[in-house]
């Protein structure tokens, strides 16, 4: 996305809070450049706001002095910074060769078909957010998938329904 259709996209003009910016200047003392600052910015402000809208990426642009295209090259690299609103809970689902031969690809199903969700979108409810990952490091105890920081391992359809039922109740 360049910047002429973010700035197009963008509704109104957002402000960084006292909180984002406390935490960028404190990301600044680490870096020799503040190009470098960038990733850390955007997971700032979406640590902060849940993801990071055009407004947002706008407002990190200005305050580091970083193109928006650059900004946004960064944020669409790295699948973890959230350039749309997700759910509550993000479940990050392993679709490497060491899962799909355990058998991932029948879990990834009953996931879609139990939340009635692709890849990349929202349960209707807003709880759960469905995005692969290419790995999550855990190929001995394959099919694996995280939800927040928690990696739930040798998946099941039953230990699917448990950790759905489990998220929907935090």
């Not at 600052?37 to 706001?49: R, Y």
């Not at 809208?53 to 690299?77: H, M, R």
């Not at 692709?118 to 394959?142: K, M, Q």
Request: with cysteine; charged share 25%.
């Amino acid at each position: 996305m360049n910047s002429e259709v973010i700035a197009s996209n963008a509704k109104r003009p957002r402000k960084l809070s006292t909180e984002e910016i406390a935490e960028i200047e404190h990301e600044l003392t680490l870096y020799p450049d503040k190009r470098a600052v960038g990733l850390e910015a955007l997971k700032i402000v979406q640590k902060h706001q849940g993801w990071v809208s055009d407004e947002s990426l706008l407002a990190i642009s200005k305050y580091l002095d970083i193109s928006p295209s650059d900004l946004e090259g960064v944020a669409t690299f790295f699948n973890l910074v959230y350039r749309q609103p997700v759910g509550r809970n993000v479940m990050l689902f392993c679709n490497s060769v060491s899962c799909w031969i355990m058998g991932c690809e029948g879990i990834k199903q009953h996931i879609k078909d139990k939340l009635e969700i692709e890849f990349g979108e929202t349960s209707a409810d807003g709880d759960f957010t469905l995005i692969p990952v290419p790995c999550l490091g855990d190929c001995d105890r394959a099919p694996v998938m995280m939800v927040g920081s928690d990696l739930h391992r040798n998946l099941t359809p039953e230990k699917i329904n448990k950790i759905i039922l489990d998220y929907r109740n935090k």
